[in-house]
């Protein structure tokens, strides 16, 4: 049984910063890709970055500079680093686990099978 878990949402000001965290369980983690994706109201579910086995990130434009994705192996735990946030960054935050190939195809879900629950991010 496969379980992402994220955690680590909240309440910010604008230019602030906020660390998630997604923990994985039941998945082959070290083998395969896994990202950030948000939703705001509204809008559709786009990416923010992902990561491959072997630390190679891939992020939107609309945040590179600004947050950084980073993975633990020994923890078999994902994170996003989040700096410097705008109210545009306001969203549910979704964790995601997939092949290889999700790398590839992000910002696109379509290498992604596995999902979150998803954390609240709120930036006023």
């Known amino acids: 049984h496969v379980q992402l878990v994220e955690s680590g949402g909240g309440s910010v000001q604008a230019g602030g910063s906020l660390r998630l965290s997604c923990a994985a369980s039941?998945?082959?983690?070290?083998?395969?890709?896994m990202a950030w994706f948000r939703q705001a109201p509204g809008k559709e579910r786009e990416g923010v970055a992902a990561i491959n086995s072997g630390g190679t990130t891939r992020y939107v434009d609309s945040v590179r500079g600004r947050f950084t994705i980073s993975r633990e192996q020994a923890r078999r735990t994902l994170y996003l680093q989040m700096d410097n946030l705008t109210p545009d960054d306001s969203a549910m935050y979704y964790c995601?686990?997939?092949?290889?190939?999700?790398?590839?195809?992000?910002?696109?879900?379509?290498?992604?099978?596995?999902w979150g629950h998803g954390t609240q991010v709120t930036v006023s």
């Open positions: 995601a686990a997939g092949q290889p190939f999700g790398l590839v195809q992000f910002p696109s879900e379509g290498g992604f099978d596995y």
């Open positions: 039941g998945y082959t983690y070290n083998r395969n890709c």
